[in-house]
């Protein structure tokens, strides 16, 4: 049942979604002074590129053909991110909220505002009436500081970061099925691979460099199933393509492994040597036939069928997901179904057997293990645990009952402002105005505080609401490392100053903490300095760093954690001989039951609105919709639909349609595609204000991890 691949009639850009060669040289504007070897600083996939940099300005870049990855590959954004050093809309001084617009402070003015207005609110109000948010374009480094700045100097437990929207979803899944949350194979366990299921994610356009990976293992005869409400570019030439309804997953995935049991297509003997709670997962599934699992995902029963004939008996194959699985009110139980899928088949932990979230953000990976989560310390460590918290309190130098309990998640502190509960926010590395769930509601948030810092090298649409405004630092202005979707740990360089007064992130940070008095628990110098306190805080834990240095991480052009000691090589490949990083070192399986998104289509919103991406926009657009090259390839956000859809509502592609949710609506240009479910429409969502998707979006939340649900709610569209 091999499917041809379809026409291309959604928009494809002029550089197409696929990953390209970039020309030998590189495309520079004039002669650079020298190179500077680091990595892009947009998604997880974490590119190798040379920045050319003349003058202390980027000027250009060039392929890194020596770094394994993506071996001088880049996608668009990878090809334009240099042209953000320069930007006319970079933020070079200290900004001050005034009643008629923002005005240019000195550094020493802005953090007496910030150092008074924490001090009142936490005086007044408690220490947890001040909150922080953060991000995981920030560097392994500073993504450390900040979960020691918000528990030692701000002495606040509610601190959560924007992976919050993205991640979590797959790390809580990931430490309840193996105890550690890591991709666990390197990306070239997928050449290896007979099979390549995908399921929620658009690689092609999301993990562009992943495409060739998939390509190469297609080239040796493996098989690819793509499962996604849209036929997405790398869906169009897949040999299987399962258009799930959104929120179907669970669903859909007991019931491929419904045909495997029954077919024998399990590994009994992986399964009693390395696993438990597989008999509970039987029996839950069993009721999963095809015809029951396909109402219920919305697919035919023939799909599921062919899926598992081609999933079940191969001797190697690789389960990749992202966010169109995570991002759902049951995202954790999503990825559990996904896991004990692959747990079934009993391959992973060997060469071309693995599984993997694709993991979203620049660093991702490395920023949700260092600390910067609301339930977390450093080393992926918990911070309700005792020892853990004696721990990190010994490394810090401060007593255990010092150390702040867990807070609130990302979006419950947006609430929590709203009620009035939190008082005051700082801000970095984070735009919730645009990527929170229902935008009326975040904004209205915003304007509740009694006071708002944020530290960003751009105005962000939320930074429009802060008081004050502090000019960080962009990736190439500073030193330290990341840890990509494959869990390599590896270096970014600086390659700039910072413009104007800008500063580097981690300073500012250094200078906030002198302010409040903390100042001897940050003797910091450099973002080695911190990373080798981060090694020793995640010395022990499940992500362990200890034995990875600069100079290692140099020499070897990136080290996979874990890695516990100096000698080690550090870990491409987890799982190997059936250890796994839970207590009783077995694999876990999951028992999950389909359960539908909280908002389900009805008579007055009768249509399923997913939101997601497109390939040259990035995340909440605040660096991508500067960058002209860029705009210019999806210039605005589409409303993609079917063609019997648009029929019904008497739309064609280029009309203007409302789209209206219980929340909010947003009239945009329609786009009528028949690579698209005729009850589903989608809009990417990296814009703001009247475009922003988040408009629409319903604030529920996966009851284990958070994450709102943005892949599924319910909405009605009119011609505008
Ligand atoms: N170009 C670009 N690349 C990026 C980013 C970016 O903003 N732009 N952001 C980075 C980040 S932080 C992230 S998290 C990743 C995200 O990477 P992806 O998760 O691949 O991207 P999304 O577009 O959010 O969603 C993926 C797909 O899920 C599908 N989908 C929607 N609902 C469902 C469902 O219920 N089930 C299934 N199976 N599929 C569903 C959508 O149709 C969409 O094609 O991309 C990273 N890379
Ligand atoms: N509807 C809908 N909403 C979504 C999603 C979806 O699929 N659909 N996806 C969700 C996902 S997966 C994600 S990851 C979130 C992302 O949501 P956000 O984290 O809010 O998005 P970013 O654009 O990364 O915002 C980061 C801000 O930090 C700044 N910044 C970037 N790097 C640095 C740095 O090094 N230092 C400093 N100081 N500032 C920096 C940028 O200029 C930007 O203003 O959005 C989520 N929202
Ligand atoms: S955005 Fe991602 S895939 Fe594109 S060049 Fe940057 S790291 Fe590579
Ligand atoms: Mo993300």
Same mark, same amino acid.
């Given at each position: 049942m091999s499917k041809p691949p379809l026409p291309i009639d959604v928009l494809i850009n002029e550089y197409g979604p696929h990953p390209q060669h970039v020309p030998a040289g590189g495309w520079t504007v004039g002669e650079p002074d020298r190179l500077v070897a680091t990595h892009c &600083?947009? &998604?997880?996939?974490q590119c190798g590129i040379n920045l050319k940099v003349k003058d202390n300005k980027v000027i250009g870049f060039g392929p890194?053909?020596?770094?394994?990855?993506?071996?001088?590959k880049l996608c668009p954004k990878g090809v334009k991110?240099?042209?953000?050093?320069?930007?006319?809309?970079?933020?070079l001084h200290p900004l001050r909220r005034t009643d008629s617009g923002f005005q240019t402070i000195s550094w020493d003015e802005a953090y007496d505002v910030l150092v008074r207005e924490i001090r009142r609110i936490q005086e007044a109000h408690?220490?947890?009436?001040f909150a922080m948010l953060s991000g995981v374009s920030l560097t392994n480094e500073k993504s450390y500081l900040v979960g020691k700045f918000a528990r030692v100097?701000?002495?606040?437990?509610n601190l959560d970061y924007n992976g919050r929207l993205c991640m979590v979803s797959a790390g809580a899944g990931n430490k309840k099925a193996f105890g550690i949350d890591r991709a =666990?194979?390197?990306?070239?366990?997928i050449l290896l691979a007979d099979v390549v299921m995908v399921t929620g994610a658009n690689v092609a356009e999301?993990?562009?460099?992943?495409t060739d990976y998939i390509w190469r293992a297609r080239d040796r005869g493996a098989k690819l199933i793509m499962i996604d409400p849209r036929v997405t570019p790398l869906a169009r030439t897949a040999d299987l393509h399962i258009p799930v309804r959104p929120g179907g997953d669970t669903a859909l995935m007991n019931g491929i492994l419904h045909v495997m049991i029954e077919r024998g297509w399990i590994d009994e003997d992986f399964i009693a040597r390395y696993s438990t709670g597989f008999d509970a997962v039987r029996e839950v599934v069993k009721k999963y036939t095809p015809d029951h699992a396909g109402d219920l995902s919305g697919v035919h029963p023939a799909l599921i069928v062919r899926a598992a004939e081609m999933w079940g008996p191969e001797k190697t194959s690789f389960l990749l997901h992202a966010r169109?699985?995570?991002?759902?009110?049951k995202g954790v139980e999503n990825v559990l179904s996904c896991i004990n899928l692959v747990l079934a088949s009993g391959?992973?932990?060997?060469?071309g057997c693995g599984y993997a979230?694709?993991?979203?953000?620049?660093n991702g990976q490395g920023g949700r293990e260092q600390?910067?989560? &609301?339930?977390q310390l450093p080393g992926?460590?918990?911070?309700?645990?005792p020892e853990h918290r004696k721990y990190i309190a010994d490394v810090w130098g401060i007593s255990e009952a010092e150390l702040p309990r867990k807070g609130a998640s990302a979006q419950e502190l947006m609430e929590m402002a709203h009620e009035g509960r939190i008082k005051g926010l700082l801000s970095i &590395?984070?735009?919730?105005?645009?990527?929170?769930?229902d935008a009326n509601f975040t904004r209205e948030a915003l304007s509740r505080l009694e006071h708002y810092t944020a530290i960003d090298f751009f105005m962000s649409e939320t930074a429009r609401h802060a008081d004050v405004i502090l000019p960080g630092s962009l990736h190439e202005e500073d030193e330290g490392t990341a840890t990509s979707a494959e869990g390599r740990v590896i270096r970014i360089r600086k390659a700039v100053d910072p413009p104007g007064? =800008?500063?580097?992130d981690w300073k500012i940070l250094l200078d906030v903490a002198e302010r409040l008095g903390r100042g001897q628990y940050f003797k910091f110098n450099c973002a080695e300095d911190m990373f080798n306190e981060m090694r020793v805080a995640s010395r022990?834990?499940? =992500?362990?760093?200890?034995?990875?240095t600069y100079d290692k991480v140099e020499r070897n052009n990136g080290v996979f954690w874990p890695?516990?000691?100096?000698d080690h090589p550090g870990?491409?490949?987890?799982?190997?001989?059936?250890?796994?990083?839970t207590a009783d070192k077995k694999a876990h399986f999951n028992a999950v039951e389909h359960r539908p998104p909280v908002e389900v289509p009805d008579e007055t919103y009768p249509v399923v609105l997913t939101t997601g991406r497109v390939v040259s926009q990035y995340l909440?657009?605040?660096?991508?919709?500067?960058?002209g090259g860029l705009v210019d390839q999806y210039p605005e956000p589409l409303v993609e639909m079917h063609p019997e859809l648009a029929a019904r509502h008497g739309l064609k592609s280029g009309d203007l349609v409302t789209v209206e949710s219980r929340r909010g609506r947003v009239t945009l240009t329609a786009s009528v595609v028949?690579?698209?479910?005729?009850?589903t429409v989608f809009i990417p969502y990296h814009w703001a204000e009247e475009k922003s998707a988040n408009l629409l979006t319903?604030?529920?939340?996966?009851?284990?991890?958070?994450?709102?649900?943005?892949?599924a709610c319910a909405v009605r569209l009119r011609k505008a």
């Open positions: &600083c947009f &998604c997880g996939q890194r053909e020596d770094f394994p990855f993506n071996r001088g991110r240099y042209m953000q050093n320069e930007h006319p809309d970079r933020l408690g220490k947890d009436a100097a701000l002495q606040t437990a =666990a194979n390197s990306w070239d366990d999301c993990a562009p460099i992943t169109g699985i995570e991002h759902h009110s391959r992973i932990g060997r060469p979230t694709i993991t979203g953000q620049g600390g910067h989560k &609301c339930d992926n460590r918990d911070i309700e645990n &590395c984070f735009n919730p105005l645009v990527s929170l769930p007064e =800008a500063r580097e022990g834990g499940t =992500a362990d760093y200890y034995g990875i890695c516990p000691e100096p870990t491409p490949r987890l799982f190997e001989n059936g250890v796994f990083y909440s657009g605040t660096q991508t919709r500067r960058i028949n690579t698209i479910r005729n009850d319903i604030r529920a939340l996966d009851p284990v991890s958070k994450i709102p649900e943005f892949k």
